[in-house]
Structures are given as C-alpha cells and as structure tokens.
Nanobody
C-alpha cells in the first residue's frame, strides 16, 4: 500500500504563488508517475501536471503551462507543484496522485491507482 499526503494549500491573491508538496510513503518505486489533479466545485477532476519516474519527464495541462512547475526528489518519494501567477480559475481542491504503470504518460483520472486526501487552493480576485 502507498499513502500520499499533500500540504501547502491556502488562500492567495491573484498573481501570487503557492507551493504544494506531496509525500509518498509505503512501497514506492522510482519508475512510477506522480501527478497533480484538481477539482473545482461542480466540475470534474482534471489533470494538472505529472512527472514520469526517475527520468523526470514532465507534462502540463494547457491551462497551467508556463505558470506551474512540477518537480520531485530523486527517489520520487516527494513531489512538488510550484504555482505562480495564480488566477481565480485555479481555485480548486488539488490532489496528489500516483500511477503505478511504469513511466506512464497517461493524464486520465481512470489510470490513477492512489490518491491523496486533497488540499484546498483558493485564489481571490
């Protein structure tokens, strides 16, 4: 079993920054893909970014490209999401996620094997 615990959410004004962290515990492997998804009220959960195993390849949703950066430590037990130039549309619960298919490039919710509990990010205008 794997546990994911997020931290770092909060309230920020538009144009500000936040950094989310996700710590993975349990029997992890450095070939797994760690990701961030988000879910706004009344909307479906959507992909934000992922980092693929220890090769470190990243991908981003178009809506956050150029503003958000995902990174992780070499052991891939911790992943970060640096969020800059935040806008009110970024307001959502952000979830850390783990896809155990080796080096998966999938951005689909259905391919996620483990979820964190979520952390609220609120951007005021």
């Amino acid at each position: 079993q794997v546990q994911l615990v997020e931290s770092g959410g909060g309230l920020v004004q538009a144009g500000g920054s936040l950094r989310l962290s996700c710590a993975a515990s349990g029997r992890t492997r450095n070939s797994w893909t760690m990701a961030w998804f988000r879910q706004a009220p009344g909307k479906e959960r959507e992909f934000v970014a992922h980092i693929r195993g220890n090769v470190g390849t990243t991908a981003y949703a178009d809506s956050v490209k150029g503003r958000f950066t995902i990174s992780g430590d070499n052991a891939k037990t911790t992943v970060y999401l640096q969020m800059n130039s935040l806008i009110p549309e970024d307001t959502a619960v952000y979830y850390c996620a783990l896809n155990t298919f080796p080096y998966s490039s999938s951005t689909a919710v259905k391919d996620i094997d483990y979820w964190g509990q979520g952390t609220q990010v609120t951007v005021s205008s």
